[in-house]
DNA sequence: GATGAATGAGCTTTCATTCAT
DNA sequence: AATGAATGAAAGCTCATTCAT
């Protein structure tokens, strides 16, 4: 167990640093030899944590899409309308992109945007699927209780994604002139103004 | 003449292509030998025309945020309220995500994604300030006639390029079920909810 | 007692193992963790067996010498004359590249091919020398008895040695329309014919 | 016709080249750094001539191949008995190995050993198939004339191919008391008497 | 005797860029 | 303006071997 549990350790160390190299420098500027060295750890030993590259691309993916798929599911299991899920959802968001920036780049950065890597074994989108399964679950809710205005998932779900993503890119290129607490409000208003019944 | 506009067109020709090979396979995996072959000009001429990759990139970003701005400013020219401009720019970007998805695919995949690359000599948002400029304006005189809820330009930004930009990437992962013209009335809709005064 | 009998078997698993693994995919294809891994058996403890990969190559030529010679042996105690020996040899080779194809495939594409590998401690022949030895008695009691020409040991040597390797080679290559033993007669009385008394 | 001829020479330098090394050392044991270097050019430049070490090995052995069945066809044509032409052919063979060893080593310990590396490309003998062809043609023309006797092909070709080679293993290894043209006669009556005509 | 994480040197291969022609 | 051979640094990955437990 102490055995097994220090593989444990180490292994969530690659992950920890290597989210943060790959959010910071991207995936190909990335090497081995800098993940590797900043866990303390020789090259080829790494090798025995993830057998390539790409798969520990692949196991951050998912590790982040099931932290993002928990964090929603606490929102939707409150009891309160859509219009607060909605602003608990933005700042749950913001929160993570201002303290754990790592994660939200990642998944904009690095998933979205390199198709040769996560090609086989994420298609569609299995890799991301527990985070979207519960946005899902909050959009279905909203429009069952007539809060929100029946319309296509994707068209809501792009909505959603894509602005708070937007924001965060503004963010992390330090274009936008507030910290991102300050769009917050306005932002989940606009959100709400777009997807509630009328 | 002759000779300056046979370049002009040999430049011509690798933006291009450049874009098409870049923007499909990404920066990182597409090498310059690529490039140059299917110009079909040899690696050594090619940097008679640009002196590096990393140069390349940003005269392309630069390209596509020109032609984006010309677009969008014909549309502000139009003597129309801002809820049918808003449905012209949707209907723009989406016919140009679908026709030339090289275009926006660049802006979403290459440029958004790859600091490390467009870091010096883009700093902020230079190299994509035609395309912005025209978004401010289109939004701004929105609010002065009165048609659009006064709010910080960021929000309204964040909102019409990430959700713009997660419909085609959605769309440029074959994960929705329809085609982006599907989408384009409620997508207008939404965003039009999201800005208009109350 | 039980200890070092344990120890003998354990050794006789690697043994076993890493000649079927070798001849089939080579010496420098084949590596310590896939011997381990097959015998059931952790890397570190391999190396309380063997003390290296090479060592192990070293005793498996001598194991695989020591195998052969015994059974030529065997063929050379018989009281029969020169040509039904040569019969009984061919039979004895073919059978063993038939149902043992390791031993045969192990000496022709590990043993002969990897000069770096057998070099000191199998200087000459000492590594095969059982082998060698019976082939040589052999030969010299067929001239002694006058039914073979008295020749050089090694042409005669090379035609036995070359030819049967040779045979074996195109059958490893599945180049043979037919099985080994379809043409041993042949082939026993082509050996028969060169090496006869005028 | 400079450029293109510059290149062809250069081309012709790494064969000879890693023909040697590959024959010395082993294919495993010989690096493309080594080739390069000893060949006087960058590692990645190499790469400008071969894509790869396995498309070097193979393009070896059907310059080698193309090589011997040159050499064995230029007997074939010669109006002399079959006899003559054992002779020939061993002698021959026995010259390329003391004179240019690489060649024949390189076909014994490289090509015959490592089935991994010529597995697709070289199936059955495609690359070897020159020269196997000119042996078929020997053979066939000595049984057509009457002079050897009508036996399967492969127990023939077995016998002179696997005769041959063993010899030159056995050369190669300085086993041999004597240089390998001591042997020639004895061998090649040795071959004549096992496929002549009764 | 047994485990398997750890090491580190080294391998094949790639690629932006240069430069003689 | 045009060619493409040449460079060299660096990347991803492998593997025999060691060693703390």
Redesign the interface.
């Known amino acids: 167990m102490a055995r097994s549990s220090k593989k444990e350790a180490r292994k969530e160390s690659i992950i920890t640093t290597a989210l943060k190299l790959f959010s910071e420098?991207?995936?190909?500027?990335t090497t081995i030899p800098d993940i590797a060295e900043k866990v303390g750890m020789s090259v080829g030993n790494f090798y025995n944590y993830f057998s390539s590259k790409d798969i520990l691309a692949k196991e951050l993916i998912m590790y982040i899409s099931s932290y993002l798929g928990a964090r929603i599911r606490e929102i939707n299991e409150r009891p309160v309308d859509a219009k607060t899920k909605i602003a608990a959802i933005v700042s749950m968001y913001f929160e993570m992109a201002t303290e754990k920036p790592e994660m939200i780049e990642y998944f904009?950065?690095?998933y979205?945007?390199?198709?040769?890597v996560f090609g086989e074994g994420c298609e569609?989108?299995v890799c991301v699927s527990p985070f979207i399964t519960e946005l899902m679950l909050f959009f279905e809710s909203g429009v069952a209780s007539g809060e929100l205005r029946d319309?296509?998932f994707?068209?809501?779900?792009?909505?959603f994604?894509?602005?708070?993503?937007?924001?965060v890119?503004?963010f992390g290129?330090?274009?936008?002139?507030?910290p991102l607490s300050?769009?917050e409000a306005?932002?989940a208003e606009?959100?709400y103004?777009?997807?509630?019944a009328p």
Chains 1, 2, 3, 4 share one sequence.
């Open positions: 420098k991207g995936f190909y500027t904009l950065r690095v979205l945007s390199n198709r040769e569609g989108m319309q296509d994707f068209s809501a779900f792009g909505l994604m894509g602005y708070l993503g937007g924001m890119f503004l290129e330090k274009i936008l002139p507030e300050y769009y306005s932002i606009n959100i103004h777009a997807l509630k």
